[in-house]
T-cell receptor
Framework: GQSLEQPSEVTAVEGAIVQINCTYQ??????LSWYQQHDGGAPTFLSY????GLEETGRFSSFLSRSKGYSYLLLKELQMKDSASYFC???????????FGQGTELSVKP | ETGVTQTPRHLVMGMTNKKSLKCEQH?????MYWYKQSAKKPLELMFV???????ENNSVPSRFSPECPNSSHLFLHLHTLQPEDSALYLC?????????????FGPGTRLTVT
């Protein structure tokens, strides 16, 4: 089975850098994704790591280490609009379904 | 017409009612999904359809009944629900089941069971 752990809340200051961690125990998966969800909105895709290492897209970066069972999402130059919930998710390699962590609520303060 | 749409956006129903949620995707995707999102809980996968065929039923009670008439439309039929079924129901689609296949979510239906 799959199990993903994230901190429930993170607070940071506008303009700063914040890292949101995701640790997992899994029997096997294709890759790890990160999604953003604003309050009352739909989750939207941010990044995907199929291989170990760092993927960068603008102000967002995501890192994966399969050997350590660990991923993180890095947000740079934080803006107020980055206040949202962030979910890590793995695609199970038996059936292909996406399994989500419980989400981290990021609050960006002025 | 963009992305994934869901109707209604809000629904209040009694425990004896029957209602249906509708999802439509305009992305030409082959896979569609229903998720349940309760407060402070992870998204829970309910059903998966691939090329109109149901490939996953994640131990969902029979009071939830999915229907996928074609690869663009997905329904969730509801009957005799319980108050604990109150949640945000999200529909999503993806091109396929490959590891990198991004899921696109609809805005969700906020369901309240009274």
């Amino acid at each position: 089975g799959q199990s993903l752990e994230q901190p429930s809340e993170v607070t940071a200051v506008e303009g700063a850098i914040v890292q949101i961690n995701c640790t997992y125990q899994t029997s096997g998966f294709y890759g790890l994704s990160w999604y953003q969800q604003h309050d009352g909105g739909a989750p939207t895709f941010l990044s995907y790591n199929g291989l170990d290492g760092l993927e960068e897209t603008g102000r967002f970066s995501s890192f994966l280490s399969r050997s350590k069972g660990y991923s993180y999402l890095l947000l740079k130059e934080l803006q107020m609009k980055d206040s949202a919930s962030y979910f890590c998710a793995v695609r199970d390699n038996q059936g292909g379904k996406l399994i989500f962590g419980q989400g981290t609520e990021l609050s960006v303060k002025p | 017409e963009t992305g994934v749409t869901q109707t209604p956006r809000h629904l209040v129903m009694g425990m004896t009612n029957k209602k249906s949620l509708k999802c439509e995707q305009h992305l030409g995707h082959n896979a569609m999904y229903w998720y349940k999102q309760s407060a402070k809980k992870p998204l829970e996968l309910m059903f998966v359809y691939n090329f109109k065929e149901q490939t996953e039923n994640n131990s969902v009670p029979s009071r939830f009944s999915p229907e996928c008439p074609n690869s663009s439309h997905l329904f969730l039929h509801l009957h005799t629900l319980q108050p604990e079924d109150s949640a945000l129901y999200l529909c999503a689609s993806s091109q396929d089941f490959s590891g990198s296949s991004e899921q696109y979510f609809g805005p969700g239906t906020r369901l309240t069971v009274t």
